[in-house]
């Protein structure tokens, strides 16, 4: 081999060496990724009977609120989740019996945008880094400090009373100023003591004047999936 070609060879045997490097590279990067699931329902435990349902329910310990984004991050091959909660949750409904059905009336939750925390992380960067830009220039929570979510009714047909039940349930968000209506899909279930719900709503940011996140080092998509879980005690 002359030596010419000797060089062409060890020049090509090292592009190769590179671009198996750099793939081994991404994938490790794609591989460190870990978001946590989605909420669901836990193994309920013993309930009785559910026949004193009705009265006020209130938020309790163990509630969570929280959102899943796709976004793009710079020192990673694709798109990722990002995903924060934050247990600052509030609120409370009422429920009664009428004929043979539950209602579930007056409900309303509440957030604090201001305390979510990044739950994804990576091997060499902890996405927390972002929650500083998105609570501050995005959601502007020092001006819109509470994210809400309202409804009028919901049913419950009795024999279904102990869940776990699945409900579509319409009713209004209202995050950064702006309120829309709303369709949020909903388990919930009889667990011990206590009341336990667990769902999600489906929106666009843009449709609350929040700007997908274009920063430095992640741009995200507009899609926003709003999760949470909820324990309710009776008041």
Known sequence: MTPTRRR????GAGAVVLVLVAAGVAAHLAASHHAPSRFALSTPQPTGSHSGLSGMWV???GSEVGYRVREQFINQPGPTEA?????QVSGAMQVKLVGTSYWATAIDFAADPSTLVSQDQYATFQAYQRDFFVRTIYLQTNLYPKAEFRADNVEVALDQAPGPVTLDVPGRLSVHGVTKSVTTRVQAQLNGAALEVAGS???DMRDFNVSPPDISFTKAEPAVLI???LV???S
Do not use: F
């Not at 062409?8 to 020049?11: C, D, E, F, M």
């Not at 995903?83 to 247990?87: D, E, G, M």
């Open 227 to 229: 999760e949470y879980h």
């Open 83 to 87: 995903v924060a909660r934050t247990p």
């Open 201 to 203: 709503i489906s929106v």
């Open 8 to 11: 062409v060879a060890i020049l």
């Open 232 to 234: 309710l005690a009776r």
């Open 59 to 61: 938020i309790a310990r």
